[in-house]
């Protein structure tokens, strides 16, 4: 009882604490300026898609619901009776895998690995036709950890579970999850980002593209990590994509519902004295106390659109604009996300990127770190007035070439030199459904993706074929936008709806704490 009772004031503190840093938002409505944000096909107002990086399904959820101890004893995880399974790493999978390295568990002490080969070809090389068998081969990456320990290729085989990636299950276990959701194409983070904002990542404009290879692109399709033509602090590897392609954004302003990416080190730290160019030097520190560059141009999807860019990254001219266009074109600094929020200005459809220390992308980031940014996020929407109306999407943007044993389905092939799934230069023999383009051959790697929402199903594993557009179709749906068109993955994207429960709206609300990712506190409203 003592307990409980602690919890109970831990919970109402931390919203007591919330409530006077936001007075603004106990304000009703969020009606837009130019349309009706609350004008939507189902009763959530406010979608945060809370966008990842570098995770395949089976890297943090092969194992769930079932954990082993960590060395220092130092988290459990518990799960609750009648938790359902995954389809994940069963004991054949474990003990008899095909591969040259057999799984194996990464303890909470062993947060920090390294990234691993997650470009276009390789990960479709370590599918090897279906097989799944090649992944040390072409996947693995050698390298050494941040404690100069020595790591060979078959790290790649390496798994987490809920005594690491503690926050993520404690959520699954309270709303709910996909084991059937994949990146819409093969590739890294951009083709991943463009794919959730547009379903698309053809159209390529030679025009404003400059020094790229055949890493980078294929057929006019992005199959690489070239940073945006549109952004002063990319490099000198840059695509644009032509002005014909729209994305999520453009659908959003022509209707005027307020919508905004916020991304961790957008806010420029100076301007360069001969270019004019905005500069984006910020760094922010691990939890280990490593400082990493805070920004990073070819995660900002956005950006790669003339129409959806902010060049020089300007600020928002106010805090009430924030969501709505002027100079910021709506591209934000994270910072501005909760600006907005804590003043009643909360934007109807929000990207949230972190900084790269708390991505969740490896080398850069750890699943500690990660944890810390996506537990901060929801003990803080959650104390929102605007939460009742509220969805976050978690979801990630490639595998970073992590094992995952379950192939998706190819819903469009490609035949290109990178495509290399079924036979060198073919992804597949046939069908290639959205447009004929080349170079998008999917759907790719399975990826991780949950909802935490009032009206999201509690303890629910949904089996629906899902990838990263259908998420953009969720958004396209619920506020009749209608398709990007052009061949976009949308058309063909399968919902999102069975992860939610319409009907009934759920009172309960979890905070977690956000180094350890066990429960804080529950409350009921």
Not at 5 to 13: F, I, R
Not at 122 to 135: H, I, N, T, W
Not at 183 to 196: M, R, V
């Amino acid at each position: 009882m003592i307990r409980k009772n602690l919890h109970w004031l831990v919970a109402g503190m931390m919203a007591c604490n919330l409530a006077i840093m936001t007075p603004g938002s106990a304000l009703a409505g969020n009606k837009g300026k130019d349309g009706d944000d609350s004008k939507t096909d189902t009763p959530i107002k406010h979608v945060v898609v809370i966008f990842q990086e570098n995770v395949s399904f089976d890297h943090y959820f092969g194992t769930y619901p079932n954990a082993e101890p960590n060395l220092d004893k130092s988290v459990y995880f518990h799960a609750k009776s009648g938790t359902p399974t995954v389809n994940g790493l069963n004991v054949g999978l474990l003990t008899r895998n095909p591969n040259s390295v057999q799984p194996f568990r990464l303890d909470r002490s062993q947060n920090h690995t390294c990234d691993m080969d997650h470009d276009y070809m390789p990960e479709q090389q370590a599918v090897d036709a279906g097989l799944m068998d090649k992944f040390v081969e072409f996947a693995g990456t050698a390298c050494t950890d941040a404690n100069e320990v020595s790591l060979s290729k078959g790290i790649v085989m390496g798994y987490y579970d809920g005594n690491t990636v503690t926050g993520l299950w404690n959520y699954a276990q309270y709303f709910a999850m996909s084991d059937n959701s994949y990146g819409t194409t093969f590739g890294p983070s951009t083709p991943g980002a463009l794919n959730l904002v547009s379903g698309q990542t053809h159209g390529v404009d030679p025009a404003v593209s400059k020094n790229n290879t055949a890493d980078d692109v294929a057929a006019d399709s992005d199959i690489g990590d070239p940073d945006p033509a549109y952004d002063d602090c990319s490099g000198s590897d840059v695509i644009g994509m032509v002005s014909t392609n729209k994305n999520i954004g453009d659908l959003l302003t022509q209707k005027g519902i307020s919508w905004g990416w916020f991304q961790g080190g957008f806010k420029p730290t100076g301007t360069d004295p001969v270019s004019g160019k905005a500069v984006c030097n910020a760094s922010t520190p691990r939890l280990d106390g490593v400082q990493v560059h805070a920004y990073s141009p070819h995660h900002e999807p956005f950006q790669y659109y003339k129409s959806t860019s902010n060049p020089k990254h300007l600020a928002p001219t106010s805090v009430a604009m924030i969501g709505y266009t002027d100079q910021a074109n709506h591209q934000y600094d994270l910072s501005d996300f909760w600006n907005a929020a804590f003043s009643g200005n909360l934007p109807a459809v929000t990207f949230l990127k972190a900084n790269r220390a708390q991505d969740g992308h490896a080398n850069n980031s750890t699943p500690l770190d990660e944890q810390v940014f996506i537990v901060d996020t929801l003990n803080k929407l959650q104390s929102l007035q605007e939460w009742k109306e509220i969805a976050v999407i978690i979801s990630w943007d490639d595998s970073d070439g992590w094992y995952d044993h379950q192939m998706g389905p190819i819903v469009n092939q490609s035949a290109t030199p990178a495509d290399a799934l079924s036979a060198p230069g073919a992804c597949g023999t046939g069908a290639n459904p959205l447009g004929g383009f080349q170079g998008r051959c999917g759907y790719g790697p399975r990826l991780p993706l949950q909802i935490v929402s009032p009206w999201a199903k509690k303890n629910f594993v949904d089996g629906t074929l899902t990838d990263q557009s259908s998420i953009l179709r969720f958004i396209e749906d619920n506020w009749d936008l209608g398709r990007i068109g052009g061949g976009s993955f949308d058309a063909i994207a399968g919902p999102l709806d069975n992860m939610f429960d319409f009907h009934h709206r759920r009172n309960e609300k979890v905070f977690l704490d956000t180094l350890t990712g066990q429960v804080v506190a529950t409350e009921s409203e």
